[in-house]
Each structure stands twice: as structure tokens, then as C-alpha cells.
């Protein structure tokens, strides 16, 4: 139920708590340099990239029994695992002067959070970052996103009822939307190079690796009610 960081302790690998479901209570060694928690969201573990680092950059795990997460505008990282299964979190507040970079694999998976807004500094979403979020209904992209990359099952088993690529977007790994069937509620950037609609339907997105490439020559996606 309870966990202490002691003032050595330097490095953490993901979420060392990931399938701890009664750690309640974290508290960290004010001789510890590495390790902090934010004063106005004390269920989160922030961390230093390096010794060197300034702020503490990389959001490494919540407690349990989080409702709410404030994530400080500095964060450029947020941990994979961690929010995993954080079943209590309903909220995620980040800052329009944020710095985030990337959402690490499973790092809000299974969480009960309806809505976030992805910063438009975000470049990555991993593997299953928010599959199973299944009261999650809105994703805001915003039409300046330098979002490149979507991994494989980011977004499974969603209320997603509508989503925007971005032009920056290059790669939508295999699944990455699994379990959503209506396409016609995704908007393609037109000034995406890499993906388009097939026809006026808009029920298949294609896609190709290289812009020097006339031809789309693989399937984004598809929607599941296509005739």
C-alpha cells in the first residue's frame, strides 16, 4: 500500500508499481535529487533524464487510487505503464505550454478517462497507450501537431467517435485503431503526404512510406461497415 523512495535511488525502468493495484501512498527521501512529486498532484513520480537535467522530465508512475492528473508543462515523457490501469483516473489535465514529446506503450491503458487533449508538441503515441480507455469518446489533435507516429493498438477498444490526422503523421502501425468501425468520423490533414481517403466515400485511408512514391500502396485503415 505504501511506497518509499529512498534517497540513492537513481533510475527507475518503466513502472516498477505496473499490476500493483493497492499502492495507495508514494513518498520519496527529500535527499533524493532524481525523484519528485509535484506539489499540485502528489500522486505522480516525475524523474530526471539525467543527472545533468534541469527538471525532472519524465513522468515514471501514479499511485492507484489517482482521480485526477496534472501533468507539469516541463514533462516531455510520460512513462510506459504509467497510468497502467489506474482504473480510478477520470482526468488528465496538460497545460497549452506543454512540452510533451511522447506517450510511452500502455501508459494510460485501461483507465477511465473520457476525454484528452494530445499537445501539439506530442510526436509519438505507443503501443497501446490508450487501448481498453473505454469511456474515452474525444481525442483532440490539434491541426498543428507534429504527431508523426501512431503505434500499433493506441487507441483499441475506444468510444473514439472521431479523430483528426494530422499532416505531420507518417506511420499508422498495424491495429492502431482497433475495434473503431465508422471511418467516415476520421479527418485526414489534406496537407498529409502519406495518407489520403481513396475515394468520396472515405471508407479506406491509404497510405504510402516514401512522398517521391506516386502510388498509396498500402491500407491505413478501413471501415468495418464497408460494403
Known sequence: RNLFIPSKVRLMQGNPITNTNNLF???????????????????????????????????????NNITTAIIPPYVTSINSFAFYKCESLESIMIPNDSNLRTIEEFAFYRTSIDYIRIPKTVRKIGTGAFGYCQKLSTVIIPTDSELTTIEKSAFSQTLINNLYIPSNTRYLEKGWLNGFN????????????????????????????????????????ADRLIK
Open 25 to 63: 501512498d508514494i513518498s520519496i527521501s527529500p535527499k533524493n535529487r532524481f525523484f519528485m512529486s509535484p506539489a499540485n498532484c502528489k500522486g505522480l513520480i516525475l524523474c530526471k533524464k539525467d543527472e545533468d537535467s534541469e527538471n525532472h522530465e519524465i513522468l515514471v508512475c501514479a499511485k
Open 182 to 221: 465508422i471511418l467516415g468520423a476520421i479527418n485526414v490533414s489534406a496537407e498529409n503526404q502519406y495518407f489520403k481517403y481513396l475515394d468520396e466515400s472515405k471508407q479506406i485511408i491509404v497510405g504510402r512510406k516514401d512522398v517521391e512514391n506516386d502510388d498509396y500502396d498500402e491500407i491505413g485503415f
